[in-house]
């Protein structure tokens, strides 16, 4: 697949650029034998495919229904810009949160930070996969920046909420936990694929994503 990066998370509602699906910056097989190469194509031309599209849908509608001043039909497509905005997010961010050659610990201000807000990196891991692990249905775990606080902070989310827009904390990495993330290859045993994902994050994403934020 192309090696362009993936582009920045969604952009603000009103604009009138489409949504599309952003390239991976590594090949389907890449993250191997961790993630299989079946899951990735599945998950990314599949499922994100039709977050993007269902939004661009949704996001159309609005549109019209704001031209038209009703309110009755802009409230009614919340749901669906919620869902599938939150699925494009969130896989946008996904994505980058992983690489081949990922794995292992942070290094410099995260980890400091890290060591700063959960004592130490073995017990945010420990956190963070609990967290993953305890979602009910499907759902997100999370590692975000409350940027009040200047801290980082471990959440959940159900379903495709994003984070910043539900509970105010900027992504930093995401872990998806639906069960099509996993089960071709994990079947039901969801903490199997947790432990494996760690052999591919991309901490070096995931330090620049805390560096921005906290500008």
Not at 72 to 86: C, E, H, M
Not at 102 to 126: C, Q, T
Request: proline share 5%.
């Amino acid at each position: 697949r192309s090696s362009a990066k993936l582009v920045a998370p969604l952009g603000c509602l009103v604009s009138r650029q489409k949504h599309t699906l952003p390239d991976l910056p590594y090949d389907y097989a890449a993250l191997e034998p961790h993630i299989n190469a079946e899951i990735m194509q599945l998950h990314h031309s599949k499922h994100h495919a039709t977050y993007v599209n269902n939004l661009n849908v949704a996001e159309e509608k609005y549109k019209e229904a704001l031209a038209k001043g009703d309110v009755t039909a802009q409230v009614s497509l919340q749901p669906a810009l919620k869902f599938n905005g939150g699925g494009h997010i969130n896989h946008t961010i996904f994505w980058t949160n992983l690489s081949p050659n990922g794995g292992g610990e942070p290094k410099g201000e995260l980890m400091e930070a890290i060591k700063r807000d959960f004592g130490s990196f073995a017990n945010f891991k420990e956190k963070l996969t609990a967290v993953s692990v305890g979602v009910q249905g499907s759902g997100w775990g999370w590692l975000g920046y409350n940027k009040e606080q200047g801290r980082l902070q471990i959440a959940a989310c159900a379903n495709q909420d994003p984070l910043q827009g539900t509970t105010g904390l900027i992504p930093l990495l995401g872990i998806d936990v639906w069960e099509h993330a996993y089960y071709l290859q994990y079947k039901n045993v969801r903490p199997d694929y947790l432990k494996a994902i760690w052999n591919v994050i991309n901490w070096e994403n995931v330090s620049s994503r805390y560096a921005t934020c906290k500008k």
